[in-house]
């Protein structure tokens, strides 16, 4: 039986004291980060700022010196989940004829775009993606196995189409295992350049609201339905995907009660934890980046998407333009061309 799912805004993002207390923890931490930018020629919040105290070494990867000669170059984009990664990979491949290399450990499995938040074929322009949908739901996907078909995908873009790589998404684990292992391929064979997509916390954490709601508008509820199966393990494959365990006690309650407005209350439930759980995501995804700043030293090139997401639909393009793609594109072209 159908019901009506009850209107979900930003303002329903659980605001609850440990949300509030990771707020002022981030605010701080955030400041930490920023104080070691020098801005490069704009007001801080207004596009791009850059690590002064990792960039005045000349690193291939991170922060140490090496021998950098004959080294083929790629493009990393890091950041917290509804920042505007996959939008600035597509954005960047189409300037520069590049190629994209999936980095989220979600995406790389097999269906339920929704909730794993794809970005749509029509979105990536002609942009070939690898690494996207590719693994079965049920297989483990480990960050050796990452590293291991990325070599691969570098290989083929950079050999056989002569292109330069872009790896996007929010598995920072993942990029750390492929940037940091020192007997890999990729640490002896490539450059990198890191650019992190960042939009102050109070900004995203709404933002994150919305976008839960507008994926339940998309149809979450019944992709998810559709696929869930009795007994599942949230440990395993896709089904740890944020969304899934969430709706876990919604769909039991759905095939043994008769009670809608005990359904309807269930459902809401289980979006709200879905906002909370992909805010705790983003404190992650922050902590890890804070970490490869702080611990490692990389070179990281900070984007404030803040303005962006801020302003309305019509003024949002001009902004992304103005603040997230020009800048961009002029650290891109000098990271390529230097």
């Avoid at 509820?221 to 365990?245: C, F, K, N, Q």
């Avoid at 934890?273 to 990389?298: F, P, S, Y």
């Amino acid at each position: 039986m159908e019901f009506a799912v009850s209107s979900m805004t930003a303002s329903r993002l659980p605001m609850s004291s440990p949300l509030l207390a990771r707020m002022r923890k981030w605010s701080i931490i955030r400041s930490s980060i920023q104080s070691t930018y020098s801005t490069l020629g704009s007001e801080r919040g207004s596009g791009v700022e850059l690590n002064k105290d990792s960039a005045a070494i000349i690193t291939n990867t991170t922060g140490r010196v090496e021998n950098q000669v004959n080294k083929k170059k790629t493009v990393f984009i890091l950041g917290a989940t509804a920042t505007g990664k996959s939008k600035l990979s597509v954005d960047l491949a189409s300037h520069f004829d590049a190629e994209i290399i999936n980095s989220d450990k979600i995406q790389v499995y097999k269906g339920l775009d929704i909730v794993t938040n794809k970005i749509p074929e029509d979105n990536r322009k002609g942009i070939p993606h690898h690494l996207l949908g590719f693994m079965d739901p049920e297989a483990d996907f480990t960050a050796q196995d990452f590293c291991n078909h990325v070599c691969k995908a570098m290989t083929h873009i950079t050999e056989y189409n002569g292109r330069v790589p872009i790896i996007v998404g929010g598995s920072n684990n993942f990029i750390r295992a492929l940037v940091e292992d020192p007997h890999s391929s990729f640490k002896a064979n490539y450059d990198s350049c890191f650019l992190w997509m960042d939009v102050a916390l109070p900004v995203l954490y709404k933002h994150v609201g919305k976008r839960v709601d507008q994926m339940v508008k998309a149809g979450l509820v019944d992709e998810v339905r559709e696929t869930a199966v009795s007994g599942s393990d949230y440990t395993r494959g896709v089904w740890r995907a944020i969304g899934l365990p969430e709706m876990h006690e919604f769909y039991y309650a759905e095939k043994t009660m008769s009670d809608e407005n005990t359904k309807k209350m269930l459902l809401d439930a289980a979006i709200d934890r879905i906002k909370e759980n992909t805010c705790r995501l983003v404190d992650a995804q922050l902590g890890k980046i804070d970490r490869m700043i702080h611990e490692l030293g990389w070179k990281i090139h900070r984007i404030d998407a803040t303005c962006v997401v801020e302003k309305s639909e019509d003024e949002a393009v001009e902004a992304w333009n103005k603040v997230v793609l020009k800048p961009s594109i002029e650290i891109v072209r000098g990271f390529l061309e230097g």
